[in-house]
């Protein structure tokens, strides 16, 4: 189970970061300030740590988790970057 719950999140890290990215790339050319890019790269963060302590402190990781499922949920609706949900 935490082998499985590591890899998904380290695969979801990955896939959020470059979902982030190119959200980034696109709001700094159309100079758009309200795409979410910045709250995706504290969930790509969120989602590292949650990811590393899994392996070795399985309960130390719910905190990471718990946090980005927050602020996820908190900013995802008001973005232009609605992914930020998931």
């Not at 970061?17 to 969120?46: E, F």
């Not at 899994?54 to 996820?72: D, Q």
Request: glycine residues 12%.
């Amino acid at each position: 189970m935490k082998i499985a719950t590591g890899i998904i999140s380290l695969v979801l890290m990955v896939v959020m970061a470059i979902q982030t990215m190119g959200v980034g790339l696109g709001s700094a050319i159309l100079s758009d300030k309200h795409s979410g890019a910045g709250t995706g790269v504290l969930l790509i963060l969120l989602y590292l740590i949650g990811g590393a302590f899994v392996f070795a402190k399985p309960i130390v990781s719910v905190c990471p988790f718990v946090m980005a499922f927050i602020i996820g949920i908190s900013v995802g609706p008001h973005a232009t970057f609605k992914d930020l949900t998931f």
